[in-house]
C-alpha cells in the first residue's frame, strides 16, 4: 500500500504558474512511475504528465513547453510545476504512482484557472 498526499492548488489567472507536489510514503518497490492525471470538469481524467524512479520524464502534448515534472533526491516527493497556464487546464489534478506491488491514486488538489 502507498499513500499519496497532493498539495499546491488553488486558484490562478490565466498565464500564471502553479506548483503542485505530492509526497509517497509506503511500500514502494524500486522501480515506479509517478505521475499527475487532470480531470477537467465534466470530463474523463487524462495524462499529464510522469516521472520514473529513473528521472526518464514524459508529457502529453498539450502541457510540453509548459509543466515540468521532477522528483526530490529522496525520490518519495513529486512535483509539477506548471507555467503559462491556461483556461482549459482547470481541473482536479491527481497524483497516481504505478509500483510492482500496484497502482494507487492520491485524493486530488483542484486547480483552477480564471481569464
Known amino acids: 500500500q502507498v499513500r499519496l498526499v497532493e498539495s499546491g492548488g488553488g486558484l490562478v489567472q490565466a498565464g500564471g504558474s502553479l506548483r503542485l507536489s505530492c509526497a509517497a510514503s509506503g511500500r514502494m518497490s524500486d522501480f515506479y512511475i509517478m505521475g499527475w492525471y487532470c480531470q477537467p470538469p465534466g470530463k474523463q481524467r487524462e495524462f499529464v504528465a510522469e516521472?520514473?524512479?529513473?528521472?526518464?520524464?514524459s508529457y502529453a502534448d498539450s502541457v510540453k513547453g509548459r509543466f515540468t515534472v521532477s522528483s526530490d533526491d529522496t525520490k518519495t516527493i513529486v512535483h509539477l510545476q506548471m507555467n503559462s497556464l491556461k483556461i482549459e487546464d482547470t481541473g482536479v489534478y491527481y497524483c497516481?504512482?504505478?509500483?510492482?506491488?500496484?497502482?494507487?491514486w492520491g485524493q486530488g488538489t483542484q486547480v483552477t484557472v480564471s481569464s
Open positions: 516521472i520514473t524512479s529513473g528521472d526518464t520524464t
Open positions: 497516481k504512482i504505478r509500483t510492482a506491488y500496484g497502482s494507487f
